[in-house]
């Protein structure tokens, strides 16, 4: 089974700031097309974001980046909006038990 | 339009059994795989289970294993996922989600709202 390590815990940034958050993977990740990220808010489901480690879901704003291989990736957002403020969950797809991170909430600060 | 709407969450009390129902709509429900997946009270996801598009496979959390099962009709665009000998940690909003793929890789670009369980006497 993969584990996925997110860090940090919590992310304190003001409106505007970039955010950069950590998925380590305890073993390589057999292809980084399975790895994914997403955002949720207090009461909603999650929403993907990027999935193939760096491949935008439809809809999602090119503030959103994913990048990384092997066992570390990064969800960066290069100017945090109002909106943005959630949990955020990386993912292992590619095989079973399919596996999340524990999520880095992005609080305002 | 695209979705998924779970049901049959509750109440109930420890060792006993429930069965939830997603229903998909606005998609072609038999060519992808599907996934359960929940969320305790104030903790992260975790993954549950998954069932391949034409049944044939099926994948569960060691958490899970042998006490949940997952189904679907695919002539009724639904996915079950029955649960039993269920206990005070299986308590949490239970989600569905499309897996884009036929089987159990594909990232999960649909969801559904979620359906609660509480499991407590």
């Known amino acids: 089974e993969i584990v996925l390590t997110q860090s940090p815990g919590t992310l304190s940034l003001s409106p505007g700031e970039r955010a950069t958050l950590s998925c380590r993977a305890s073993?390589?990740?057999?292809?980084?097309?399975?790895l994914a990220w997403y955002q949720q808010k207090p009461g909603q489901a999650p929403r993907l974001l990027i999935y193939?480690?760096?491949t935008r879901a439809t809809g999602i704003p090119d503030r959103f980046s994913g990048s990384g291989s092997g066992t570390d990736f990064t969800l960066t957002i290069s100017r945090l909006e109002p909106e943005d403020f959630a949990v955020y969950y990386c993912?292992?797809?590619?095989?079973?038990?399919?596996?999340f991170g524990g999520g880095t909430k992005v609080e305002i600060k | 339009q695209v979705q998924l709407v779970e049901s049959g969450g509750g109440v109930v009390q420890p060792g006993r059994s429930l069965r939830l129902s997603c229903v998909a709509s606005g998609f072609s429900f038999k060519n992808y795989g599907m996934h359960w997946v929940r969320q305790a009270p104030g903790k992260g996801l975790e993954w549950v289970a998954v069932t391949w598009h034409d049944g044939s496979n099926k994948y569960y959390a060691d958490s899970v294993k042998g006490r949940f099962t997952i189904s679907r009709d695919n002539s009724k665009n639904t996915l079950y996922l029955q649960m039993n000998s269920l206990r005070a940690e299986d308590t949490a909003v239970y989600y569905c989600?499309?897996?884009?793929?036929?089987?159990?890789?594909?990232?999960?670009?649909?969801w559904g709202q979620g359906t609660m369980v509480t499991v407590s006497s």
């Open positions: 993912q292992h797809y590619g095989d079973s038990p399919l596996t």
């Open positions: 989600a499309r897996g884009y793929s036929s089987g159990s890789t594909g990232e999960f670009d649909i």
């Open positions: 193939g480690a760096s």
């Open positions: 073993q390589s990740v057999s292809s980084s097309y399975y």
